[in-house]
């Protein structure tokens, strides 16, 4: 492994076990970011026309190709955002007001990422009627499933590619087919697969994508939507302003952040072939460790997932509790963006497990500078919680 893949662990920090929540910045990525910080070149408003503008305009521009790259699209179909909710946002509430007079059904999961729901709760407040769909308890759609729930007046589909509690990946392909066959949009969250698995929108009619740069190790605050040609005139914007983005995203560009993400993407498709196999292989060594606790449960399919993220329940334990006792360890118990609430992880709850088992759990996932000794070190942690817990429990 080179020094910049080496682990971000040392005796005293805690082993991160949390990239499903954000990925640490490749040291490559900070310096390409730099670039744009300082009084260089580059420093310029890419909507400007002079010469600062225009050298501004060009790195953006490279940086679109560059995302485009990674998920097989055209740099036109990129569009800039603040990140994977806003494009969530971008894609659903645009699509469905767009729509509005033709249709007010939606269609999407119980699983889904907070930001999708909220959105849906809010159409629900606007007068449109959304239907939840329950995954099988392994966390998978059916087509099936999808194919009889829309309607004559369905105007979108969302269902996320790989869960960010769970990471069972949906078989967007055979999802995206069936909406085809319909005539309804899909959109997908792709926040926590982009990067990780292979994804070629060249030869899928998946038509809304969203995508984030913090997941693929690039910085917090940029994302982007794939928009295909057919939804380009079907999206009503939630920004209005400079008309910057073909007009769907106004707003001055963070240039320094789009430039980050694009190489981020870049060096995520060039080292995808490697770093997929390696962080699986760190995933199946935590797994078969943690397996060996008794009344460890796998939350999700077990080999329909992405390959950096692990859910495991422990009977008999409390989560908060087990991960209180674990301070050399940097993980969680479910989606970052739940972590203020005591709730019970909803994902889990639509997967069948109980409330007692959905609040013992934790998600350990995994990234390009995770190692072995990180594994034995959480392997060992968790085993020793998990036995403590069990052994003062009433």
């Known amino acids: 492994m080179s020094a910049c893949t080496a682990s971000l662990s040392t005796a005293r920090a805690p082993a991160y076990l949390d990239y499903a929540a954000t990925a640490p910045l490749d040291p490559r990525v900070a310096a390409a970011m730099s670039e744009c910080l300082t009084q260089g070149d580059l420093f310029g408003n890419p909507a400007s026309p002079h010469y600062y503008g225009r050298l501004a305009h060009a790195r953006v521009e490279r940086s679109r190709a560059q995302v485009a790259d990674l998920i097989g699209a055209e740099p036109a179909q990129i569009v800039w955002t603040s990140g994977a909710t806003e494009s969530n946002n971008l894609a659903i509430l645009g699509t469905a007001r767009a729509a509005a007079r033709r249709g007010r059904h939606v269609l999407t999961a119980r699983t889904e990422h907070k930001s999708v729901l909220d959105c849906c709760r809010r159409l629900e407040r606007e007068g449109f009627r959304v239907t939840y769909l329950t995954p099988e308890r392994d966390g998978l759609i059916d087509p099936a499933q999808v194919r009889a729930a829309i309607a004559a007046d369905t105007v979108l589909v969302s269902l996320m590619h790989a869960n960010n509690e769970t990471g069972v990946l949906q078989d967007i392909e055979a999802l995206a087919r069936v909406c085809q066959e319909r005539g309804v949009p899909l959109h997908v969250d792709a926040a926590q697969s982009a990067g990780k698995v292979a994804i070629d929108l060249?030869?899928?009619?998946?038509?809304?994508?969203?995508?984030?740069?913090?997941?693929?190790?690039?910085?917090?605050?940029?994302?982007?939507?794939?928009?295909s040609r057919e939804r380009r005139g079907a999206l009503e914007p939630l920004m209005y302003g400079g008309g910057q983005e073909r007009g769907l995203r106004s707003g001055t560009l963070a240039l320094h952040q789009i430039a980050g993400f694009g190489l981020a993407c870049e060096l995520s498709r060039l080292e995808q072939s490697t770093d997929a196999p390696r962080v699986e292989a760190l995933r199946e060594r935590l797994w078969a460790g943690l397996e060996s606790i008794e009344g460890a449960l796998l939350n999700g399919h077990p080999t329909r997932r992405v390959p950096g993220i692990l859910n495991v329940s422990f009977s008999g334990v409390e989560g908060e509790s087990l991960l209180a006792g674990l301070p050399e360890l940097a993980l969680s118990t479910g989606s970052a963006c739940n972590s203020d609430s005591d709730e019970p992880s909803y994902v889990l709850r639509a997967l069948g497990r109980d409330s007692q088992l959905a609040q013992s759990s934790l998600r350990l996932s995994l990234g390009r500078f995770s190692s072995e000794q990180d594994i034995d070190r959480a392997v060992a942690a968790v085993g020793r919680e998990v036995r403590r817990l069990r052994a003062v429990a009433p």
């Open 202 to 227: 060249r030869c899928s009619p998946v038509q809304l994508l969203s995508l984030t740069a913090h997941k693929l190790y690039g910085p917090k605050g940029v994302g982007a939507l794939y928009v």
